[in-house]
């Protein structure tokens, strides 16, 4: 218990996880028995919820807009790698600058000229996701390439290694753990922009057509279910990609224990 209150401390992880437990356990309730005016009440969210899955195709919408988010997401980040590579020659500098900068541009300008470039709305979606996307990892993957100090690049180079063989081994594979997390922390920016695009193009569904459903006609329960369900789908995906990264990437693990 002890651990549980002192700074820096590094409880058991049964401890941690009883703690988190009781801790949601604890919100459910309040929920439950002392529900805030302005939401609506636990049980009307779980009825709610019941309704979404089992009438109006809750699970299929997921689906689409999953399948979508992860190809936004395999593109963009492949996007993003070749173009924070290539930040090793100094002519490409620029074009990395300039595209962590455009992180600032806003989507809903953005959007009618991805409609002029590409001929249906799925491609009208998944190259702004891809786009949305792309800036961000950018600006994180670079940062990590940044991180490189001169005695990593100078041990190398004592080993008889040329400069491509050297960025190489010190950035692109000693930094694949690091690139990974920066894929899983912006991995939340695609969810946050695809209820945008699928309210725009509205002809493949998708959970964020199913949001805007609900709040059009003010069902504040069927609101909050989806963005429980939306959450607790994030959380996952978060979760599998922190695994990915102890199974691939076990020497991440060493600073942190």
């Known amino acids: 218990m002890k651990t549980l209150f002192s700074p820096n401390a590094q409880p058991r992880p049964l401890v941690f996880t009883s703690m988190v437990v009781a801790q949601v356990a604890l919100l459910l309730l309040l929920w439950l028995f002392y529900p805030m005016q302005l939401f609506p009440s636990l049980g009307e969210v779980v009825r709610s919820l ?21 190809q936004a997401l395999a593109v963009a980040t ?35 000229f991805m409609a002029l470039m590409v001929s249906s709305g799925h491609q009208v979606k998944l190259s702004v996701l891809i786009f949305g996307a792309t800036v961000y990892l950018v600006t994180g993957m670079t940062s990590v390439i940044l991180t490189t100090t001169q005695e990593e690049m100078d041990h190398v180079r004592t080993l008889g290694m040329g400069e491509w063989r050297s960025f190489y081994e010190v950035v692109v594979l000693g930094k694949l753990d690091e690139m990974l997390e920066v894929v899983r922390q912006n991995f939340a920016i695609i969810w946050t922009m695809i209820t945008l695009v699928e309210t725009l193009y509205q002809s493949e569904g998708g959970i ?17 279910a989806i963005q429980l369900v939306i959450l607790a789908t994030g959380a996952a995906q978060d979760y599998v990609f922190v695994l990915l990264r102890r199974v691939f990437f076990p020497y991440s693990q060493l600073g942190a224990a």
Request: aromatic letters at 12%; a positive charge.
């Open 50 to 70: 019941g309704d979404l899955v089992t009438t109006q195709g809750l699970i299929p919408e997921l689906w689409a807009s999953m399948t979508t988010a992860l």
């Open 78 to 112: 492949v996007l993003a790698l070749a173009i924070s590579y290539l930040t090793a020659l100094p002519f490409f500098r620029p074009i990395a600058y300039a595209a962590s900068k455009m992180r600032y541009l806003t989507l809903t300008g953005l959007t009618f």
């Open 208 to 224: 964020g057509l199913l949001l805007y459903k609900q709040n059009r006609y003010l069902h504040l329960d069927g609101v909050l």
